[in-house]
Every structure is written in C-alpha cells, then in structure tokens.
C-alpha cells in the first residue's frame, strides 16, 4: 500500500510540475513584449527546474495533453534563424495549442444544465 501512495505522490508532483512549467511559458507567450530569444531562454530556465521531477507514465487525458505540450514547447529550443514572421507564426501556434490544452483541462469540470426542465421530454 505504501508504494501505491508514493506512486500517486509522484504522479502529483510531475503533474503540478509539468503545470507550473506551462503555466509559466503561456504567460510571457502572451506578454505584449514578446521576443523569441528571451521565450527560449525561459523555456531553458523552466525546463532545468522541470528536469528535477521524476517523470511517470501518465494516462489521464489532460496529464497527456500537458505533457505533448511540453514536448512542444520544448522544440522550440532547437529552432534558430527564423524571420519575425516566422516567430509570430509560431508563437500564435504555441498559444493556440495552450487554448486548446486549457479547454482539455476545463472539459472535465462539472457543468450546471441552464434548462434542466426544458431538456427532458419523455413524450407525454
């Protein structure tokens, strides 16, 4: 049983982790300020506090989109010489995918039904 509460602990940790490293990117990714160079120093910085964490197969499928953005954000480590379009183009993909990585996170929350009264008929 302890080792089913260390797993779950460590599970936790590399979930929060992977988070804080988005969380952190998307928010300069959005800064009025942006500049490619500075992202990709950041994206390094982050990823050196993130490569602390022990990594664990995830199966759920918000962990999963967390973690394929995380890996593509971190391709973007490797790109050099590209043009200002180029950078725009790439920081709107960065962002779109973030979008979609937060409706992903948000799918799983409760919703209210606004007409629960209207949406049942059962034909009588």
Not at 5 to 28: A, C, H, P, Q, T
Not at 61 to 76: D, F, G, K, Q, R
């Given at each position: 049983?302890?080792?089913?509460?260390?797993?779950?602990?460590?599970?936790?940790?590399?979930?929060r982790?992977?988070?804080?490293?988005?969380?952190?990117?998307?928010?300069?990714?959005?800064?009025?300020?942006?500049?490619?160079?500075?992202?990709q120093?950041?994206?390094?910085?982050?990823?050196?506090?993130?490569?602390?964490?022990?990594?664990?197969?995830?199966?759920?499928?918000?962990?999963?989109?967390?973690?394929?953005?995380?890996?593509?954000?971190?391709?973007?480590?490797?790109?050099?010489?590209?043009?200002?379009?180029?950078?725009?183009?790439?920081?709107?993909?960065?962002?779109?995918?973030?979008?979609?990585?937060?409706?992903?996170?948000?799918?799983?929350?409760?919703?209210?039904?606004?007409?629960?009264?209207?949406?049942?008929?059962?034909?009588?």
């Amino acid at each position: 049983m302890d080792n089913i509460i260390n797993e779950k602990d460590i599970r936790l940790k590399y979930v929060r982790g992977l988070e804080k490293f988005v969380r952190s990117n998307i928010s300069y990714l959005k800064d009025p300020t942006f500049e490619f160079d500075i992202f990709q120093k950041r994206v390094k910085k982050t990823f050196k506090i993130l490569k602390k964490i022990k990594s664990i197969r995830l199966n759920s499928t918000y962990p999963i989109a967390l973690e394929n953005y995380v890996n593509l954000v971190l391709s973007v480590l490797h790109v050099e010489d590209l043009k200002d379009e180029e950078k725009e183009i790439l920081q709107a993909k960065l962002l779109k995918e973030a979008n979609l990585l937060h409706k992903e996170k948000n799918k799983t929350q409760y919703k209210k039904d606004k007409h629960k009264k209207s949406s049942f008929n059962d034909g009588y």
